[in-house]
T-cell receptor
Framework: RKEVEQDPGPFNVPEGATVAFNCTYS??????FFWYRQDCRKEPKLLMS???SGNEDGRFTAQLNRASQYISLLIRDSKLSDSATYLC??????????FGSGTKLNVKP | EAQVTQNPRYLITVTGKKLTVTCSQN?????MSWYRQDPGLGLRQIYY???????DKGDVPEGYKVSRKEKRNFPLILESPSPNQTSLYFC??????????????????FGPGTRLTVL
């Protein structure tokens, strides 16, 4: 069983749409959670850390549900530039990181 | 400019020929990691290092070695590469960040990647 599971997509949405991704993790002792963005096999870049209480950064909102062991990312008012693969990342024991295989988003004009 | 650099960016080699991929960071980070990325599998951690001379295995360490003699450098060594090590490799360095409420987390910065093909 994979440590982190994501729907690979692709999610094809029009500009301006709201889109949501979920991710589930298997280790209940996981300590911190992140969403990274990766463009076309380039390096992943941190989009957001996910706080227990949920957090928002502009058009992006991340939520954590520890009881159900899932993390979500909501993107409002999608832009063409949001097209990318979104990676869910779980950190265990501070040094060990587990990545989901990513969810691909295509925002179309 | 704060960055993580990797060299080479692209490498085609043959089975059994030892190679080293270098990784260097200029952010004075204590933590560094190596990952490989394969289609459908996501990034998988190969090795990580918590500080100079302190390294440990990740999830897929077989066939790889690392060393951490200086804080800024964390080379990945393939003593005898095989075709199943054909992959995209990323180095990362990380710093500890504090949550605004409580606790801390380990924020990673990635190098640009090394695309390795073993024939």
């Amino acid at each position: 069983r994979k440590e982190v599971e994501q729907d690979p997509g692709p999610f094809n949405v029009p500009e301006g749409a709201t889109v949501a991704f979920n991710c589930t993790y298997s280790n209940s002792a996981s300590q911190s959670f992140f969403w990274y963005r990766q463009d076309c096999r380039k390096e992943p870049k941190l989009l957001m850390s996910v706080y227990s209480s949920g957090n928002e950064d502009g058009r992006f909102t991340a939520q954590l549900n520890r009881a159900s062991q899932y993390i979500s990312l909501l993107i409002r008012d999608s832009k063409l530039s949001d097209s990318a693969t979104y990676l869910c990342v779980v950190n265990f024991n501070f040094n060990k990181f587990y990545f989901g295989s990513g969810t691909k988003l295509n925002v179309k004009p | 400019e704060a960055q993580v650099t990797q060299n080479p960016r692209y490498l085609i080699t043959v089975t059994g020929k030892k190679l080293t991929v270098t990784c260097s960071q200029n952010m004075n980070h204590e933590y560094m990691s190596w990952y490989r990325q394969d289609p459908g599998l996501g990034l998988r951690q190969i090795y990580y290092s918590m500080n100079v001379e302190v390294t440990d295995k990740g999830d897929v360490p077989e066939g790889y070695k690392v060393s951490r003699k200086e804080k800024r450098n964390f080379p990945l060594i393939l003593e005898s590469p095989s075709p199943n090590q054909t992959s995209l490799y990323f180095c990362a360095s990380s710093r500890v960040r504090e949550f605004s409420t409580s606790g801390s987390y380990n924020e990673q910065f990635f190098g640009p990647g090394t695309r390795l093909t073993v024939l």
